[in-house]
């Protein structure tokens, strides 16, 4: 079947635009991640969804950045008035029986 | 920041040697997760680990989770140029959903 997917997978805004980003998990799996991926890092952990409820968003670097999954299933990842260091690869993953699936990533580029 | 320690950060090896990759957190972990990721792809999902000293075995992939839960390695006997890429490990506390991402060790393969 399908697998994780995101899009755009590539976007390049100036500095202070907003984004939004997609991620369209697997179907039926409950659990869904947000990561931010620097360049030569690990992913870094932004926030967790279970179903439409969005249980931990202690990751968001800054008020800047807005997660919601109003209805359980697709994602979408927001930030406002983007700034430079937020350039990165942005990573959605959903999971079932304790394994993560992760999406191809957007990778984000401020300018 | 992150929170669990990888070592190497980098290692290149010969194909048919061995390659190891260690993996330390500062917290007991309530299991660890290990993931491959390619250069330019996303991270993929290897194995998890939950029971203390727990060892299990892929063909050449040998995990292992430390007998304290705070740290876990990754040896890969004969390795292949198919081996290349940045290996993570991820721990999850006993409290919480997210899984704590490591520094990655990258490893390069010499034909």
């Known amino acids: 079947g399908a697998g994780v997917s995101q899009s755009p997978r590539y976007k390049v805004a100036k500095r202070g635009q907003d984004v939004a980003l997609r991620c369209d998990p697997i179907s039926g799996h409950v659990s869904l991640f947000w990561y931010q991926q620097a360049l030569g890092q690990g992913p870094e952990f932004l926030t967790y969804?279970?179903?439409?409820?969005?249980?931990?968003k202690s990751g968001l670097p800054s008020d800047r950045f807005f997660a919601e999954r109003p209805e359980g299933s697709v994602s979408t990842l927001k930030i406002q008035r983007t700034q430079q260091e937020d350039s990165a690869v942005y990573l959605c993953?959903?999971?079932?029986?304790?394994?993560?699936?992760f999406g191809p990533g957007t990778r984000l580029t401020v300018l | 920041g992150q929170q669990v320690m990888q070592i190497p950060q980098y290692q290149h090896v010969q194909e048919g040697e061995d390659f190891t990759t260690y993996c330390n957190s500062s917290?007991?972990?309530?299991?660890i997760q290990w993931y491959k990721q390619r250069p330019g792809g996303h991270p993929v999902f290897l194995i998890q680990?939950?029971?203390?000293?727990e060892v299990k075995k892929q063909k050449r992939l040998t995990f292992q989770f430390g007998e304290a839960k705070k740290n876990s390695s990754l040896h890969i006997t004969a390795t292949q140029t198919t081996d290349v890429g940045t290996y993570f490990c991820?721990?999850?506390?006993?409290?919480?959903?997210?899984?704590?991402f490591g520094t990655g060790t990258s490893l390069t393969v010499i034909p």
């Open positions: 969804f279970q179903n439409e409820a969005q249980l931990d």
């Open positions: 680990l939950v029971k203390s000293g």
């Open positions: 991820a721990g999850r506390r006993d409290t919480g959903n997210q899984f704590y």
């Open positions: 917290t007991t972990l309530s299991n």
């Open positions: 993953a959903s999971r079932q029986n304790n394994e993560q699936f």
